[in-house]
């Protein structure tokens, strides 16, 4: 058997020097180290040994062979990430030369320059980015996520109805302009399967009357994570990496209980600034059984946590606006400064 042993090591090793993929290198794992693998089937053999001695020394030999594949496994891993990363990186190699010489015309407004860190900051955190319509039906905006019709919760929302599809199915009983960017978490849903870590920011619309805090169209950022074992720990301990990411590491976050129809415990958060004053920032919450039931998540198997604030809120708390339609009105004056 050790001459068997022996005749692995060598061929294993060879395959792993060969491996030009990790496709193959998992391969080479498989058929070495797996319990149907080479060693892996002298080692289920060790048992017919009848000598103690003998069946002690050939146990060792296993084990420093398995030990010795199985860095030589790793370590030509790690080099074909490195050489994939590589050949990611110059694929995905831009040359911006003519762009950073071109004559500046101007700036991103203010929100969308907020949207684009905020990306930045969740695609950091492991998350992807997700879209979906701005004119939704009244299922995904409303009953896919707990809010049937004539639930209370539907109050908070002066929503922009555009008419009633006249070919109605799966409880689509209209047409409207999505007033939360929620819906986006049940078509990720529907779409795909979890394991689902994702942020989806847009715009929305309410029939709210301008002023200095409201606008009937303005910018949301949701966040849904759907996976196994997650919990409230998890939550919180993602908007604390975001609020340190996003603002300092002078910030921090706390939860404070609340309802939403669409999570389950439910909670606000807040952010806490340098001078130790809170910020009220937005709501999230566990997902409810009930929405990831709409999108077709099993709770049994799968539970998750979302969580949602607005953009301009942030471009507003950011640069010290006390007026939001400044933002939006297009005066000179206001726009030069950022």
Same mark, same amino acid.
């Given at each position: 058997?050790?001459?068997?042993i022996?005749a692995?090591?060598?061929? +294993? ?5 060969? +491996? ?14 797996? @319990? !149907?693998g080479?060693?892996?089937?002298? !080692?289920?053999?060790?048992?017919k040994i #009848?000598?103690?001695?003998?069946? @002690?020394?050939?146990?060792?030999? =296993?084990?420093?062979?398995f030990?010795?594949?199985?860095a030589?496994?790793?370590e030509?891993?790690q ?7 590589a +050949? ?7 040359d911006?030369?003519?762009?950073m010489? #071109?004559a ?6 203010l929100?969308?320059?907020a949207?684009?860190e905020l990306?930045?900051?969740?695609v950091?955190?492991? *998350?992807t ?5 701005e004119?939704?039906t ?6 896919? =996520?707990?809010m ?6 539907r109050g908070?929302f ?9 070919h ?8 409207? =302009? ?10 990720? /849903? ?8 994702? $942020? #989806? ?15 009937? $169209? ?6 849904l994570?759907?996976?196994?074992d997650?919990?409230m +720990? ?6 604390? #990496?975001f ?7 002078? *910030? ?5 209980p ?10 606000e *958060? ?10 009220e920032?937005?709501?999230?919450? /566990?997902?409810?059984?009930?929405? =990831? ?11 998750? *946590? ?7 809120r /942030? ?13 939006y ?10």
């Amino acid at each position: 058997m050790t001459n068997d042993i022996a005749a692995a090591i060598e061929t +294993a090793l060879q395959r792993v020097s060969d +491996a030009a993929s990790l496709d193959e290198i998992d391969a080479v794992s498989g058929e070495t180290l797996g @319990k !149907k693998g080479v060693l892996g089937g002298l !080692k289920a053999s060790l048992a017919k040994i #009848a000598d103690i001695e003998e069946r @002690k020394a050939v146990g060792r030999s =296993l084990n420093e062979a398995f030990a010795s594949v199985s860095a030589a496994i790793d370590e030509r891993r790690q080099e074909l990430i490195a050489i994939e990363r590589a +050949a990611q990186v110059a694929g995905e190699r831009l040359d911006l030369t003519e762009a950073m010489d #071109a004559a500046s015309r101007g700036h991103l407004h203010l929100v969308t320059q907020a949207w684009q860190e905020l990306e930045d900051v969740f695609v950091g955190l492991g *998350f992807t980015v997700a879209e979906g319509p701005e004119v939704e039906t009244d299922w995904h905006n409303f009953e896919a =996520l707990n809010m049937s019709e004539g639930h209370p919760a539907r109050g908070e929302f002066d929503t922009l109805f555009i008419g009633h599809d006249e070919h109605e199915d799966a409880g689509d009983s209209g047409l409207l =302009l999505r007033t939360h960017t929620s819906p986006v978490q049940i078509r990720t /849903m529907l779409a795909s399967e979890p394991p689902i870590y994702i $942020v #989806a920011p847009g715009r929305v619309f309410r029939r709210d009357t301008p002023d200095a805090t409201h606008m009937p $169209v303005f910018h949301q950022i949701e966040g849904l994570v759907v996976d196994r074992d997650i919990s409230m +720990a998890d939550l919180a301990g993602t908007i604390e #990496a975001f609020t340190q990411a996003f603002f300092g590491k002078g *910030f921090t976050s706390r939860l404070r209980p609340s309802y939403f129809p669409f999570t389950e415990p439910s909670a606000e *958060f807040d952010i806490r600034r340098p001078d130790g004053s809170w910020l009220e920032l937005g709501g999230c919450g /566990m997902v409810h059984p009930e929405v =990831l039931r709409a999108g077709g998540v099993d709770p049994e198997e799968w539970s998750g *946590f979302a969580f949602g604030f607005g953009i301009d809120r /942030m471009a507003v708390m950011r640069h010290g606006i006390t007026d939001i339609r400044d933002m939006y009105v297009n005066d000179i004056r206001f726009i030069e400064q950022f």
